[in-house]
């Protein structure tokens, strides 16, 4: 029997990248760690508009994850300067120590 | 179109934003500049008095643009009768209020730009024809006069002015959802859904479960402004914090705001509404004539004293507006202006002390007439117009007030005239404490009479609390006409 | 019945045509501005223009020369009168437009009319004798120009209250010369007491202000006008058939109350007394000659209405007999010479306001003005002692000794005849002894008030006013007695700085004693013929529309009767001379010194503890309400509760929603999260 890779197989990929990343994100305290967890995310959506687009025959797709890709790029450019700006300042990577606006 | 009644609103705004260029430390400039924008601006409003038609209700000096035409907003200003003296009040006081910011010595430059750009947005409340419009001049009001209050006042000042904003802020929003209920709840033919005040009096009638909800919705946000009892408690603190200048603008125009919103919007718009509240708010005016009148006794704070006599006074006003007779409401008019003379004199006076002695509390002064004779005349016959003296302008419009409520509420007029004596005792009282007896404290014998800028303050409003005393017809001849249009509106 | 009371309204009709009609033809009166123009001027050059340096003869005599004029003035108008016909004795003057606003309609106008010249006639008079006396008076005086100021203004409210034609306008000359009163009262006011006075007076005076304010919404929502010449037809129009309507009681009541603050009359009188904290010649002419008898000028203008309520007139009857013969005890026991004249100033009234409560408005305005000859000379002749016993204590350096207590007087007859003998003439005046003025207008009103019984009113009036009489008789020869009799009983050494006043203080004295002799004498009773009453006949024009609106024509007393009530009358005023002689001449008492005061005769000295009653009673409650509104009302619960309530409930609730917002990232990634199941399985189900 031929295996051959359906649209299925890429979206139920790109469903487990999302959870790995979601959880990563909700339960990791390392900005890097959750950092990391957001581009799998997102890489998993570039994923789904990749499918989409193979399977519909259509472009758009993409040129949206060129779009997303880049945008990603200089989120991660910003992201990374936040992240060093904030080890800077508290000498760690914890997100809970990020709590200025309680009380 | 000429663009009178705009230059009027703008030539403060103007002047402030000219004044943002001047460097701080000139600080002689920075007072001769705001003294010369708020006289060029009284001098221009100034031939108004002479040209209005009086013998017309409708708005003059019309200025009608587009301004946000897909959402039929307008840039709308005219000026009736109702208008015409409040605007001159305005400009009127602004001058003297600029004057009497001789104290003032602490961020001069913001100081002056927030009263220019209360003026602005003074001057653009009474000749908004436009809800969109008025609301924002309205909102605009707020923050110089809470910056004011918060800067450049007492000890207190954050918290009075914080309560200011608050409170004003509360009562306006309901009023914006009832702005924005109306237009959605205004079809004009061939303009669609409209801000414009004309526009929606021609056209609009809502339903009265509406009006009542309505009425509700405007009459809150304008009663707090007045203040009307119960809704008064910002207002002693606010003055007791604000700066001289900023308690002669909140007790001369800002509290107009209220009144001229009553009798501008929430009562010729929602009849329905005035017939079913009017009562309740006949009621409540004569609490607040009485209760202002007997807190104002209990005082031991000069300027908290004339604080609580505005709700007093400001009463006399909502009585006679609800009263709904011409009697009663051209004295509600000429009230506004008597209150807004009398009162921002007495804020002055009371200011003429403090800067002396750094102290408002009666019980620091005693027998000053001995060194300040002229000051204890002046403060004699301002008290004395407040009070409600004949051939003084506080008679003029509290007769007329009471005249006319009788005919609709006598008992609560009976009630109400008990205020007459009651501001005797009060202001009398003050007098005697401040002024008569032995000279109690040392400190006050080296006080000095009244200086040339202080004269110049004060003269200019002795002379119309005298003048409207003795011959008001000039000034009530302005709006009889337009009060006549009122009545027809507000009564259903 | 029906058929005479038409006529009646038709008459009243007529009556209002002919002063329409008068008004046509009337001669031009515009002139008489001047007699409020005069003093304005004064006011104005004393007050405003006028420096310190200025002599004080040169400010003096400036003030009293505009009451002067103002006095021709008044001299002049009487004669312009006295040429028209009695009908048309009644002239609107109008200066401009007042107060227009819708059916209200009140110029700023006068009313030339036999009653208003009367008055304006007496208070010129009067205000330009004490202008003068005054001048000598106020010697040295660091205010001294202040003054004049003041009495200037004085004159010129009290003029506008006498010539309004309106309610309205009458109201701002009737709260002037309060305001004027008020500042006069406290004059001296380094003295804190003397500073209360003053505002004591203006408050108490408030409380009738709002009678009268009150009054005048009656009449405008019933009647549809204020104005003189209009009012009093509407109101015989309206109620001639409606005899004691609730309406018109009302406003007769209200107006009582306004003239029972200004006149001093029960309960409001307590001002008066107090008021004489004042210099003595503002006493002489604002609490006994002029101001304080507007509130008889303004019943007496108000006829129509009492003649319409015969139980308002009845009320008003009743308290003028009351305060005449309250304040007549009173007066019996007080040992200021100032606050014996005072109370008895208040009885006077009390007369004045009794005559007008029985009908007798002509009387009542004659007795106002026989008073305020010699009650202006009583009080001036006080001054007079007062400055002589000053002078005395001066000389011996003496401050402490008050040289207005009888008791440190006695003897002075002597030392100051001039004013010795004119006070005794008043004294005679205001005894009623026959042939002095006070005789003849007393006595007119004790007859009126006995017709007025006999035509089926109440005998209370009479008998009250008969015996306040009798008392009146006693504590003035006491005053006399006590003062230019007996012994000196001043500190000792001050006997040699005892001198008679100045010309300027004794000259009016002068003038004033002839007039309390002969002032009386335009008025004679009915016995001595028909029209001998002149001055009732001049003043006729004025109450005869009421009196014809309710068709009032009482019974006349016959000859017999009449020469009965003058011997009782008389005969009593004689027992209270001859038992004050017995008294203090014959057994030679002297005045209770304090701390002996026992028994009744304390609560006469202690004044009935009306100001003390007054003080438990009203004030302090008023004061304590006040201020519990304000520190447990307005601070705790609209504030507290209301206010800060509001405030309260959003930051609870500020503070529940905030542990949301935690601040921790990932707790709002969880609740993302959540809300995004949530939403999703939402759209699934549905």
Redesign the interface.
Known sequence: MEMTLGLNHYLILAAIMFCIG?VG??TR?NILIIFMSVELMLNSANMTFIAFSHYLMNPEGMVFTFFTLTVAAAEVGVGLAIVVTIFRKTESLD??K?????N | MSLWLTSIVFIPLLGALILILVPSSRSALIRGWSFAVMMVGFLVSLPLFWTFDASSAAFQYVEKVPWIPSLGINYHLGLDGISLLLVLLTTFLGPIVILGSGAVTKRLKGYFISILLLQTGMLGTFLALDLFLFYIFWEVMLIPMYFLIGIWGGTERIYAAV?FF??TMVGSLLMLVGIIWIYFNTTVPGVGHTFDYTLIMQHASFPAQAQLWLFGAFALAFAIKVPMF?F???LPDAHVQAPTAGSVILAGVLLKMGTYGYIRFAMPLFPEGVEFFKPAMIALAVIGIV?GA??S???TDMKKLVAYSSVSHLGFVMLGLFAL???AV??AMIQMINHGLSTGALFLLVGVVYDRRHTRKIADYG?I??VMPWYAVVFTIVA?SSIG???LNG??GE??I??GA??TA?VW??IA??G??LA??YL??M??RV????MTHKENESLTDLKAREWATLLPLLIFIVWIGV???PF?SKF?VSIQQFLEQAIR | MDHSMEQAVEQVHQAADTVVAAAAHAPDLHYAIWLLLFPLIGVVFNGLILRKNIPEKMTGWLGSFMIIASFAVAVKLFFELLKLDPHLRAIDVTF?????????QIDFAFLIDPLSVVMILVVTGISSLIHIYSIGYMHDDPRFRVFFTYMNLFVFFMLLLVLGNSY?VM??G???VG?AS?LLI?FW????AK??AG?KA??VN??G??GV??A???M??HLGTLTFSEVFPAAANAWSNDINNGVVIAIGLMLLLGAAGKSAQFPLYVWLPDAMAGPTPVSALIHAATMVTAGVYMLARSNMFYMLAPTAAYVVAMVGAVTALFAATIGLRQNDIKKVLAYSTVSQLGYMVMACGVYAFGAGIFHLMTHAFFKALLFLGSGAVIHTMHGGLHHINDHHTDPQDIRNMGGLRKKIPITYWTFLLATLAISGIPGFSGFFSKDEILAYSFMNFNSGGSILPYALGLIAAGITAFYMFRLVFLTFFGKYKGPEGSEEGLHESPGTMTIPLIVLAILSVVGGWIGLPAVFGEHLNKFAGWLDPVFHPGFEAVRYHPEHLAVPMEWALIAVAVTVSLIGIILAWNFYMKQKRQAIPDDQQSGFGKVLWQKYYVDEIYDAGVIRP??N???F???QF?EKV??GG??HGT?RTVRWGGGVLRTL??????SY??MM?IGVIVILLSLYIR
Not at chain 3, 189 to 192: L, P, T
Request: net charge positive; with cysteine.
């Open positions: 979601m994100v909700l305290r997100i809970r990020l709590n200025l606006l309680k | 309560k608050l409170y119960p008064h408690t910002w209760y007997m807190l006794i209990a005082q007779n011409a009697q051209s004295g027998g007439a001995k004395l003296m004949p051939g008679f003029i007769f007329l009471l005249v009788y005919q006598p007029t009976i005239a008990t007459v004596i005797a005792i009398l009282w007098i005697r002024f008569y007896g032995p011959y008001p017809k009530l009889t | 401009f437009q007042w107060l227009h606003v819708g059916s209200l309205p109201f701002i009737w709260e002037g305001l008020y406290g006011w380094e003295d804190m500073a209360t505002m203006f408050v408030r409380i202000d709002f304010l009150i005048m919404f009656l405008f929502s008023l004061i309400t006040c201020h509104l304000w520190k307005d609209i504030d209301m206010v405030a917002q935690g601040g921790v990232v990932g990634a969880v999260v």
